[in-house]
């Protein structure tokens, strides 16, 4: 079983900025896609960015696009997601997880990965 652990989470305000990383199992592991998914309470957990592993090709929700950034280490052994001018509404558990063949028509919901983690609590107020 492949084991991802997030980190990184944390309460803040708005406006503040928050780096998450999800450490690999190691180097041996080489994923097709990762991704960053949201779940706030009472909603269903969505999708908020993703990358292709090898290319480096990013994809975010309209909601994050231009405040989050998804990225990977060149070890390819970590991958972030910092998230800057955070907003109230981007409170939520967050989980990475990981595709062994993600293709591009399933990059973007939760169909498209096989492994996750267990989440770490972004939690945005003043």
């Known amino acids: 079983q492949v084991q991802l652990v997030e980190s990184g989470g944390g309460l803040v305000q708005p406006g503040d900025s928050l780096r998450l990383s999800c450490a690999l199992p190691?180097?041996?592991?080489?994923?097709?896609?990762m991704g960053w998914f949201r779940q706030a309470p009472g909603k269903e957990r969505e999708f908020v960015a993703s990358?292709?592993?090898?290319?480096?090709?990013?994809y975010y929700s309209d909601s994050v696009k231009g405040r989050f950034t998804i990225s990977r280490d060149n070890a390819k052994t970590t991958l972030y997601l910092q998230m800057n001018s955070l907003k109230p509404e981007d409170t939520a558990v967050y989980y990475c997880a990981a595709g062994r063949g993600t293709i591009l028509s399933s990059i973007a919901v939760e169909r498209g990965y096989d492994y996750w983690g267990q989440g770490t609590q972004v939690t945005v107020s003043s």
């Open positions: 990358i292709r592993w090898s290319e480096r090709n990013t």
């Open positions: 190691g180097r041996t592991f080489s994923p097709r896609a």
